[in-house]
C-alpha cells in the first residue's frame, strides 16, 4: 500500500507544513516544524466509520476523500511536533494527486483499506522508532501539566490565576538551563522588541519612582504586619519575637518620608532632541500626564500615559526645585531613537587628531551611528589636524551589554581588513554560520585603535573587542578582562503577542576561541548549575601576527590600566541618595555658571546635609555597607552569651563610623567630583557632561598616551618584531610576553 502511494521513504519530508503548500486543507492535521510551530489539529471527522454513510457509496466531494487521509494522520498522531533530523521530499506524486486518485478508486480501495492503513501504521513504525519514544515521553509531559493546570482551576481550596501558575512554572523550567533563556511575557516581549529596535513612540523622557515591585514589597509587608498581630484561640501572639527584633522591625518616620520620596514620579534622563530641548530637566518631579494625577501611579503606568502616537500631544505638569508653582509643557510624540553612539569627540590636543566614540549598545542601527561617527572625525582631522587625518580612534566599549550579532558584525566591518573572518556561530540545531567582512574598512590602516573594555563589556561587544585583538589591527586596553558571554540568543515568537529567548549556539572569533567563560548545566527547580572554566583548561589560540591569546574567559587586555577604587565612603554616599537630595536643595537658592566647580563651602554644606540625614534616619548610616556582617556577628555572640564581645561590636561600629568621616577630607576629590555632576546633571545635556567626565578618566588617559607613543603602540601589536624603526634594536626588542610587561610598567608610571 505505501509503494502504491508512489512516496520516496528516504526522503520523507516532515519540515514544511502540507497545509502551506496547498497539500492539505487548512483546517486538516498537517506536519509542523519548530519555526512555524504549527500542530496536529484533532478535530477530523472519520468519513467511513461514520454508520450513516453508505459503504457502497463512493466519495461525493474531495472533502470525504481528504477524511480518508485525515483518519491515517490520526493513527499516528503520536508523533512529535518537529523531527528536524529527518529530511524530505515528496516525489513522483504529489499528495494532491495521490488524494485525488483516492477518490476516482474508492470503491477498489475500500476493499484493501484494512491492508493499506496496515501498511501505513507499520511503515510509519519502522520509520519512525528511534523517535517515537523521546515523542511519547515529550507528550506524556505536554497531558500531564494540562491536566495539573486543569485540576488546581477547577478544584484547589482558593482561586488561582492559571496565568501566574504557569509563568512560574514556565519560569523554573527555563531557569533549569542559563541565566539568558527566558519566557517573555507580552509586556517583556514588547521591552526587548524595542531595545532590539532602538525606537519607540514617546517623548524621551527617563522616570524613576514607585514600580510595580516595590508596590508588591509594600503589600507584603503590611501582610506580615497583620500577620504580627495574629493570635491563636488562647489569645497568644502566634508570632512573637524578641524585643530587639521588634525594635528593628519599627519603621521611623523619617524612613517613611525617605520611602515617599523614592517613590515620586521624577526624570531622571531627558533625551537630547526630544524632551530636553522641549525644556525637561533632571530632577522634575512629574505632578500630572494630561490631567491624570500621577501620585498613585507606578513608573509603568507613568510611561504608558507618555507614550502614544508619533504626532500626538501629551501635556506633563511638574515641579522644578528653584521655580515657583506648578509648570506644564506640551510634548510632541515623535518615534524616539535611542542612540547606541552615546558620545562622538576629540580628546587630548586638538592638533593631536584622536577621536573618542563611545559606544553602549548594539541596537540595529549601530554600525549606521558609528560609521556617521567616525566620517565625522575624518572630515573634521582633515580640516584641522595637523597631519589632515584622524591619527587615532578610541572606541570605549565599557559597560557595553550587547545586543544584536549582526549589529557586531556590522561595526567589525568598519575596522577590520576586507575578507576578514569577524565571527562564527554554531549550535546543536543552529546551522554554522560564518561572517566575513565585505567591505573595505571605513578606519585608514595607519590610524592607531584603541578599544576599551571592562568587566561589563559582553557578548556583541566582545564580538567587536575579539575582531580587533585576534587580527591585530588595534589594541584592547582595560582592568583585567571582559565579561566572557560567548553564548547566542534566538528569540522565538510565541502566540499571543509573547516571546521565547532561548540560547541557540556559540559564537567563535576569527582565530576559533570561543571566549564563554562560565559554563552551564541543566539543574533543578533551584536554577542552573553554573561552573567557571578553570584556567588549566582554557586552549591556547594565537592571533594574525602570532600573539597568543586563550578561549574561556572573556577577552584579555592587551595593557592593563586599573580605574580608580572607590572608597567605601564616596559607594555609601552614592548608594543613599543623598547626592540629588543636595542638587535639589541647592539649586532653589544657586544657580550656575561657566567653569562651575564645588567649593570648600558647598563640600562643607554638603557634608552638613550627610550627617543631618544620617542622624535623622533620612538616609541609611554611612556604616551601612558593614552591617549585614556585623549584624550576623552581634546575633551569633549574644545567642552565645559573649555579652562583653557584643559591646565591644558596638565600639567597632564607632569606629568605623569615625574613620569613614574621616574618608571627607581623603577623598575630597571624588566626592567633589560626585557634587558637581549631581548639580551639572539638572542644567547640562548628557553629552557635555560625558565629554566633561573624560579628562579626569585614567584609562582614557592611558589610551591617549600609547596612541601617541607609535613605537609602543606597534611593539605591543608585534608588527615590527621588537625592532627600533631603522632596524636597530631598541628598548623593546624582547619576546611578546616581556614587550607588553614593559608598555604596561611604563604606562602605568606615565599616568
Not at 308 to 334: A, N
Not at 552 to 566: F, L, S, W, Y
Not at 661 to 689: H, V
Request: hydrophobic residues 35%; proline residues 3%; charged residues 30%.
Amino acid at each position: 500500500s505505501w509503494t502504491l502511494l508512489c512516496l520516496d521513504v528516504e526522503s520523507f519530508n516532515l519540515q514544511r507544513p502540507l497545509c502551506q503548500e496547498g497539500l492539505l486543507s487548512p483546517n486538516l492535521p498537517s506536519f509542523g516544524n519548530p519555526i512555524s510551530s504549527c500542530h496536529f489539529r484533532r478535530q477530523v471527522k472519520v468519513f467511513y466509520e461514520n454508520p450513516n454513510k453508505n459503504d457502497d457509496k463512493p466519495p461525493e466531494d474531495d472533502d470525504d476523500a481528504i477524511d480518508f487521509w485525515v483518519d491515517i494522520t490520526k493513527k499516528v498522531k503520536s508523533l512529535p511536533r518537529s523531527l528536524p533530523s529527518l529530511q524530505s521530499k515528496l516525489t513522483k506524486v504529489t499528495l494532491k494527486s495521490i488524494l485525488l486518485s483516492l477518490k476516482e478508486r474508492f470503491v477498489e480501495y475500500r476493499y484493501i483499506i484494512g491492508s493499506f492503513m496496515a501498511g501505513i501504521v507499520l511503515t510509519i513504525a519502522l520509520l519512525f522508532a528511534p523517535v517515537l519514544g523521546e515523542a511519547e515521553k515529550f507528550g506524556e509531559s505536554v497531558e500531564l501539566f494540562g491536566n495539573i493546570l486543569a485540576d488546581l482551576e477547577k478544584t484547589y481550596v482558593d482561586p488561582v490565576d492559571t496565568n501566574k501558575l504557569f509563568n512560574t512554572a514556565v519560569t523554573s523550567m527555563l531557569s533549569s538551563l542559563d541565566p539568558y533563556t527566558e519566557f517573555e511575557t507580552r509586556t517583556e516581549a514588547a521591552d526587548m522588541r524595542e531595545s532590539v529596535s532602538g525606537k519607540y513612540g514617546g517623548v524621551g523622557l527617563v522616570i524613576s519612582g514607585r514600580s510595580k515591585e516595590s508596590e508588591a514589597r509594600i503589600a507584603k509587608g503590611e501582610e506580615a504586619a497583620v500577620k504580627a498581630r495574629e493570635v491563636n484561640d488562647d489569645g497568644d501572639d502566634i508570632n512573637a519575637v524578641n524585643d530587639e527584633e521588634a525594635e528593628a522591625a519599627k519603621e521611623s518616620a523619617a524612613a517613611k518620608k525617605r520611602r515617599a520620596k523614592q517613590e515620586e514620579i521624577r526624570v531622571v534622563g531627558a533625551f537630547e532632541g526630544y524632551a530636553y530641548d522641549a525644556g525637561m530637566r533632571v530632577g522634575d518631579k512629574l505632578i500630572a500626564v494630561n490631567g491624570k494625577n500621577v501620585e498613585k501611579m507606578t513608573v509603568e503606568q507613568v510611561r504608558n500615559e507618555l507614550r502614544g502616537d508619533p504626532g500626538s500631544i501629551v501635556s506633563v505638569s511638574f515641579e522644578r526645585d528653584g521655580v515657583q508653582g506648578v509648570q506644564t509643557l506640551d510634548l510632541k510624540r515623535s518615534i524616539v531613537k535611542i542612540r547606541d553612539v552615546r558620545l562622538t569627540t576629540f580628546v587630548g590636543d586638538a592638533s593631536d587628531a584622536i577621536g573618542y566614540i563611545q559606544l553602549g549598545g548594539f541596537s540595529q542601527d549601530a554600525g549606521a551611528e558609528v560609521r556617521a561617527s567616525i566620517e565625522a572625525l575624518q572630515n573634521v582631522a582633515e580640516k584641522e589636524s595637523k597631519g589632515n587625518k584622524l591619527e587615532g580612534l578610541i572606541l570605549d566599549l565599557r559597560g557595553n551589554p550587547g545586543g544584536l550579532l549582526t549589529s557586531a558584525v556590522d561595526v567589525s566591518s568598519l575596522l577590520v581588513p576586507k575578507g576578514s573572518d569577524i565571527v562564527s556561530a554554531k549550535g546543536r540545531g543552529f546551522p554554522s554560520v560564518l561572517y566575513r567582512s565585505r567591505t573595505n574598512p571605513l578606519l585608514d590602516a595607519e590610524c592607531k585603535l584603541v578599544v576599551l573594555v571592562n568587566g561589563g563589556t559582553a557578548s556583541a561587544a566582545e564580538i567587536v573587542s575579539g575582531a580587533v585583538q585576534d587580527l591585530d589591527v588595534g589594541i584592547i586596553l582595560g582592568g583585567d578582562r571582559t565579561y566572557g558571554k560567548g553564548l547566542v540568543q534566538n528569540v522565538e515568537e510565541l502566540p499571543y503577542d509573547t516571546a521565547l529567548k532561548f540560547t541557540v549556539a556559540k559564537y567563535f572569533t576569527p582565530s576559533g576561541r570561543c571566549i564563554q567563560s562560565t559554563k552551564y548545566n541543566e539543574g533543578d527547580t533551584k536554577g542552573y548549575l553554573a561552573t567557571n572554566v578553570k584556567d588549566n583548561d582554557r586552549k591556547v589560540f594565537k592571533t594574525k601576527a602570532g600573539r597568543i591569546i586563550k578561549d574561556g574567559g572573556g577577552i584579555e587586555v592587551d595593557v592593563k590600566v586599573k580605574p580608580p577604587k572607590a572608597s567605601a565612603l564616596e559607594v555609601a554616599i552614592l548608594r543613599s541618595g543623598v547626592l540629588d537630595d543636595f542638587a535639589s536643595k541647592w539649586s532653589k537658592t544657586n544657580s550656575i555658571a561657566s567653569g562651575f566647580r564645588v567649593t570648600d563651602d558647598i563640600y562643607k554644606q554638603f557634608q552638613d546635609m550627610v550627617a543631618e540625614k544620617e542622624k535623622s534616619g533620612e538616609i541609611p548610616s554611612l556604616t551601612s555597607l558593614y552591617n549585614q556582617p556585623l549584624d550576623t556577628l552581634n546575633k551569633q555572640l549574644k545567642d552565645s552569651g559573649y555579652n562583653s564581645a557584643a559591646r565591644e561590636l558596638k565600639q567597632l561600629r564607632s569606629s568605623i563610623r569615625n574613620e569613614m568621616a574621616a574618608d571627607f577630607r581623603k577623598y575630597d576629590k571624588d566626592i567633589k567630583e560626585d557634587i558637581s555632576n549631581a548639580i551639572l546633571a539638572r542644567y547640562l545635556p548628557e553629552s557635555m557632561l560625558l565629554e566633561r567626565s573624560l579628562a579626569t578618566d585614567t584609562q582614557v588617559n592611558g589610551a591617549l598616551k600609547i596612541i601617541k607613543d607609535g613605537d609602543k603602540f606597534e611593539t605591543i601589536l608585534a608588527r615590527r618584531g621588537g625592532k627600533a624603526i631603522g632596524g636597530k634594536a631598541g628598548k623593546y626588542d624582547a619576546n611578546l610576553k616581556e614587550l607588553a610587561k614593559r608598555a604596561e610598567e611604563d604606562l602605568g608610571s606615565e599616568t
